[in-house]
């Protein structure tokens, strides 16, 4: 079946530490999104990607990175630098990027991130 | 810029009762409006979508008309059950644009 995966779907670390969440998508989906969702808040996004090997920010990037090395993959670090990362992180993906007001966004099951 | 504002939660609402979940847009462009859904603990699914104006979406029972004249995209149900306990989330897309501009969500739960 097509769809996206984001694991793990539960994730722990420690004041200081860096973390990656995976993304990944066997829908040939151009373009992918990463998305933080926090208690009675809309979703914002953190970064996009339209094509291989390029990406943008988002409206709240500081304090994470990603890498679009390949077309169906699209990690998230979530850096030491983000000061309030304990949140709930969803990952899209959608046919083609900026251009038609007509896709929709496909999301994977997301995954939620706590700092201790 | 864009942005959606839908009505605040929580609802609670019986079984078989009518649900109406507004949502209001301000878009700089020609907008595709969206309705999705969010289960306990579980991504977003797309629920329905409008395009143009006067389109009708409808999933599942539930319907939007998008209303360009007011600015709207209402979601609504005649009958709702149990398993339509989630939280919906209004957003739009404009052509020009690479993101979703999402409300800040609507929790219902639906009571037996």
């Known amino acids: 079946d097509g769809g996206i995966t984001q694991s793990p779907k539960y994730l722990f670390r420690k004041e200081g530490q860096n973390v990656t969440l995976s993304c990944e998508q066997n829908?040939?989906?151009?373009?992918m999104y990463w998305y933080r969702q926090d208690p009675g808040q809309g979703l914002r996004l953190i970064y996009y990607?339209?094509?291989?090997?390029?990406?943008q920010k988002g409206d709240i990037a500081e304090g994470y990175s990603v890498s679009r090395e390949k077309k169906e993959s699209f990690p998230l670090t979530v850096t030491s630098a983000q000061k309030n990362p304990t949140a709930f992180y969803l990952c899209?993906?959608?046919?083609?990027?900026?251009?038609?007001?007509?896709?929709?966004?496909?999301f994977g099951p997301g995954t939620r991130l706590t700092v201790l | 810029g864009d942005s959606v504002t839908q009505m605040e939660g929580p609802v609670t609402l019986s079984e078989e009762a009518f649900l109406t979940i507004n949502c209001t847009y301000t878009?700089?462009?020609?907008?595709?409006l969206f309705w999705y859904v969010q289960y306990p603990g579980e991504g977003l699914q797309l629920l329905l979508k409008?395009?143009?104006?006067?389109d009708k979406g409808s999933n599942k029972g539930f319907e939007a008309t998008y209303r360009k004249e007011t600015t709207s995209f209402h979601l609504e149900k005649g009958s709702v059950q149990v398993s339509d306990s989630a939280v919906y989330f209004c957003?739009?897309?404009?052509?020009?644009?690479?993101?979703?501009?999402f409300g800040a969500g609507t929790t219902v739960t639906v009571r037996a």
């Open positions: 899209a993906s959608s046919p083609r990027g900026a251009g038609s007001s007509y896709n929709e966004q496909f």
């Open positions: 829908l040939n989906h151009d373009a």
């Open positions: 990607s339209q094509i291989v090997n390029d990406f």
């Open positions: 878009a700089t462009g020609y907008p595709s």
């Open positions: 409008a395009t143009k104006a006067d």
């Open positions: 957003a739009l897309k404009v052509s020009n644009d690479y993101k979703l501009s």
